[in-house]
């Protein structure tokens, strides 16, 4: 359950990435019509990350102290790879920033 949960984190900051692209393009444009549905489904994409997340943490609660260590052997590589995808994900918000200034 562990793992298929971080699977499933890891495509939300896929898709994240998908339409932070798209937004930051819709900002280039000024088209404010794709730049709003962008914002509408990066925030259905926020929340399902969000409820992810805290059944993520709910399952490792119900771990005791060898299974919580086990686990945490298990999944380290997709930590990892959703902590590379969180700070790609700051990289293209930051580029929707700056589109959004010029």
Known sequence: MLLKNL??????????????EL??????????EALMAAIKDKNVQI???H???????????ELNGE???SAEQQTQSLRQEIVR??????????????ALIQ
């Open 7 to 20: 699977k499933q984190q890891k495509a939300c900051y896929g898709v994240l990435q998908q339409l932070l």
């Open 51 to 61: 409820r992810l997340e805290q059944e993520f943490n709910r399952l490792i609660g």
């Open 85 to 98: 995808a969180l700070e790609s994900l700051i990289e293209a918000e930051n580029a929707c920033q700056h």
């Open 47 to 49: 929340q399902t990350l």
């Open 67 to 69: 299974q919580k260590e």
């Open 23 to 32: 937004q930051k393009r819709a900002i280039e444009e000024r088209n404010d």
